[in-house]
């Protein structure tokens, strides 16, 4: 009876585990890129937030397009 209690006790352990890291990156996700956005929405939104300013948002929209 104890070893199966064992057993229950990690595999409820390993799952919590699991679920911890898949919130973790799930919180993480958004707050950078979120799923589904193109690096040339990523870049509209930096310059429209002023991370970066127009020559620094030109230069890398032309690199962008080259590819």
């Given at each position: ?41 990523v870049l ?24």
């Open positions: 009876m104890g070893g199966s209690l064992m057993i229950i006790f990690w595999i409820l352990v390993i799952v919590a585990i699991y679920y911890g890291i898949k919130w973790a990156t799930k919180s993480s996700d958004s707050q950078g890129m979120g799923r589904g956005e193109s690096a040339q929405e509209k939104r930096r310059y429209a937030s002023g991370e970066i300013d127009r020559e620094q948002y030109l230069r890398m929209k032309k690199d962008l397009e080259e590819n």
